[in-house]
C-alpha cells in the first residue's frame, strides 16, 4: 500500500480520511491538534507544526506521496521532499505563488488572466496615498485566511483598518454573481472540470450563504468562466485539484477572484451531489488512478453550519434533531468540541430535481440550527 | 459528544466508522487484529477478544451505547452492560435468538414467519436417521460466518461432510429468486424499511454473484416479502438494523432464510444509491436521531470483489485502474493487506438509470478485476 501524507488535519482533511478509506493507502497526517477533526481518521498521527521545516520533512521524508489540506505550510520543506522523489500534490512551486496574494495577483496578470485592476501597498502610508484608487479591497498578502486579513476600504476613513505590511490593494468590483469552479488535474496532466456552482446571498428574502449547483448564469457566461478557469489551472502545470473562485459582473466579464490548490469548501456538495467527489478525486490523483465522473447526480445546495455569534465553548446544536428529519439533507458535523463566533462547524448539502425544494430546505435548516455553547 | 463503541473492525466496522465522521460522536472499537480494516478509523482502538466476557465488558462499561459489527461477541457481557445502562443496540436477547441456527429457526416458527420446514440434529448418528428428510441443508447451530457450517446433503453419500454437534438441518427449497431487506427500526420503536434487494446468479451469461435494487420481482410478491420481514423485525422488539434474508418459490411462496441484526453485505448499495446508507442509519439510531430516509436515488447493482483461488498473500488488484474510469462505479476497497480464496476485499456499486448499464458494468467489472497475490 502507498503511503501518502496529508499536512493539516481540520475538517478537509476529515473529509478526505473518510474518503480514503474506499482505497488501499495508508494514510498520515500532521498537525499539532491532537484533537483536530481529523486526528482520529489516518493510520499515523504525528503531532507537529505545519509551518515548521523540520517536522515538514520528517513528516514527508519516508511517504510516497503528499499533499495539503490548507496553504500554510512550510513550502521550502515541501520543494526538498520533492527534489528527493517524494511527489508533492500540487507542486510547492503552486504554492508559493498562491499562499501570497501579491505573487497571486502577479500571476493572473502574467498570464492574461481576468481578474480586478491592483496595485501593492507596504505600508499604511502607501495606502493613504492611494485614496484615488479607494473604494477599494486591501488584502494582506501573506498569512489570511477564512476572511481574516481582508477589509474593505470605502474612503479615507478606511485607512486605519488596512494593514502595515506587504498588501495587494485591489479595485472594489461591482459583483453580480459569485461563482466558483472545481478542477481536477492528474498526474499526467489529465483534466476534469465540476460543473460552476453559485454563491447565493438573497437579502431580500433573507436567504444568506449558501451554494447552489449548477450555477445561474448564462451559457455565454459559463463558457467564459470554464475558459478563464483552465487557463488559471494549466498555466500551475501542476495535478492536483483546484478551486478557482470567480467574480461575473453587471456587464458579464468574468474576473478571478482567488484560487486555492486543494479541496475546498465550495466543493462540499460533490460528496453526496456527484459521482467521483472532490474527496474521492484527491485518492485518484495522490493514487495515479484514472480521474472520476464530476457529473452531477441530481442538482444541489449546501450550507455552511456556523458558530453563533455570542457564543463560546462547548458546542451544542440546537435544532439538529428536527432538522434531521428532511429529507434528502446530507449533515456533516466536523466534530469540533469547541463552537465559537464564525467558526465553521459542519456543513448540509441538499439534493433535489427541484430548484424550490433546495431553496425551500436550505432556507429551513439555516433559521432552524443553531451551534450555540452549553453554558 | 456521546461515546460510542462497535465489536469488531472489520469492513462493516470500516464502513460505519466511515458514515460517524459525519457527526458528533466519540468513536470506541473493540478488535484482536491492530490491522483490521476499521482499526485506525475510530478514536480510541482497544484490542481484545470480543467474544471475552471481561474484554467486551471493560470496553463498554463506560460508553454510552455499543454495537456490533459480527454476531460472534460475548452476549453475557453485554446483558450485564444493558442492566447497568448501557444502550446495547441490537438488544442481547435478539443476539442470542440470532446466534443460534436452532433458536433463530424456533424465533420463525413461534411466530408463525414463514421458513423452510427442519429439525435439530445432534451428532452425525441422528442425522443419517433423517434420510427420508433428504436433500436438505445441514446448518451448525453456532460459530457459522460466511458460508462456513453449512452443507448441502443431497442423500445418504453426504452425510459424513455434516456436523456432529446441535444442527439445524433444513428441507432444500426450490428456490426462484434470493432477495434481501434491510429494516431499520429506531430507540421509539419507529421503522424505516430499504427497497427489497435480489441476488443475481445468472448462470447463461456467467454473471455471477451480484445484488440488484430494486428486485426484479412480483408486486403481489413483493408485498407479501415486506409483510414477513417486517413481521420478523418488529417481534425482536430492539432498536438496530436488520437484514432479512428471503427466499421466494416459483409458486411465489416467501420464506425466511436468515436474519442479521446488524449492516450487512445486502445492504452496501446504499451508500452511494440510497439517501441514507444503512451505515448512516446506524449511527441516527445510536444517537437517537430521526431514522433517515430509505429511499433510492438511482438504481444500483453491487458486487463483492473476492479473493481469487489460487492465491494467498499481499493482495495485488489485477485490472483495478483500467475498471476506475468507468462512470458511476463507486470501489471500495477494505484495505486489507493479505488476500486469500475467497475472502471479502472490497465492492463494488454501480448506479444507473438503466438496468442494461448496470449489468453490462457489473459484468464488465466482474471479469476485469482479479484480486491476486504478489507472489
Not at 8 to 16: I, W
Not at 349 to 364: G, V, Y
Amino acid at each position: 500500500m502507498q503511503k501518502v501524507g496529508i499536512l493539516g488535519g481540520g475538517q478537509l482533511g476529515r473529509m478526505l480520511l473518510q474518503a480514503a478509506a474506499n482505497y488501499p493507502v495508508e494514510t498520515y497526517v500532521l498537525e499539532n491538534d491532537a484533537h483536530a477533526p481529523a486526528a482520529h481518521l489516518c493510520h499515523h498521527f504525528i503531532q507537529g507544526d505545519i509551518r515548521d521545516y523540520d517536522a515538514v520533512y520528517n513528516f514527508g521524508k519516508d511517504l510516497d506521496a503528499i499533499t495539503i489540506e490548507i496553504e500554510n505550510v512550510n513550502v521550502d520543506a515541501l520543494e526538498a521532499l520533492e527534489k528527493e522523489g517524494v511527489k508533492v500534490i500540487p507542486h510547492p512551486s503552486v504554492l508559493r505563488t498562491i499562499r501570497n496574494k501579491a505573487s497571486q495577483k502577479k500571476y493572473y496578470t502574467d498570464h492574461q488572466i481576468p481578474t480586478a485592476s491592483y496595485l501593492l501597498t507596504h505600508n499604511i502610508q502607501e495606502l493613504a496615498e492611494q485614496r484615488a484608487f479607494f473604494p477599494a479591497v486591501h488584502k494582506i498578502a501573506e498569512g489570511g485566511y477564512d476572511g481574516r486579513g481582508v477589509q474593505i476600504i470605502n474612503d479615507e476613513a478606511d485607512v486605519p483598518k488596512g494593514f502595515d505590511t506587504l498588501s495587494v490593494l485591489e479595485k472594489l468590483v461591482d459583483v453580480e454573481k459569485e461563482i466558483a469552479m472545481m478542477i481536477a488535474v492528474g498526474q499526467s496532466g489529465e483534466i476534469a472540470i465540476y460543473p460552476a456552482v453559485q454563491m447565493v446571498f438573497d437579502k431580500t428574502l433573507n436567504l444568506l450563504d449558501f451554494q447552489l449547483c449548477p450555477a445561474d448564469i448564462e451559457e455565454k457566461t459559463y463558457w467564459k468562466a470554464e475558459a478563464i478557469a483552465l487557463t488559471t489551472v494549466k498555466n500551475f502545470n501542476s495535478p492536483g485539484i483546484f478551486a478557482v473562485e470567480l467574480f461575473v459582473t453587471p456587464g458579464g466579464e468574468v474576473l478571478v477572484n482567488e484560487t486555492a490548490p486543494r479541496v475546498h469548501n465550495s466543493g462540499h456538495h460533490t460528496i453526496e451531489a456527484h459521482y467521483s467527489s472532490q474527496f474521492d478525486m484527491v485518492w485518484r490523483i495522490l493514487l495515479n488512478y484514472p480521474l472520476g465522473n464530476t457529473e452531477a447526480v441530481l442538482p444541489s445546495v449546501m450550507l455552511n453550519i456556523i458558530g453563533k455569534e455570542g457564543y463560546s465553548g462547548d458546542a451544542v446544536y440546537e435544532g439538529l434533531e428536527e432538522l434531521l428529519k428532511i429529507e434528502n439533507a446530507f449533515f456533516h458535523l466536523y466534530g469540533k468540541r469547541q463552537t465559537k463566533p464564525g467558526r465553521k462547524m459542519g456543513h448540509v448539502t441538499i439534493i433535489s430535481k427541484e430548484k424550490t425544494d433546495l431553496l425551500h430546505k436550505a432556507n429551513k435548516i439555516k433559521h432552524g440550527l443553531s451551534v450555540i455553547s452549553r453554558n
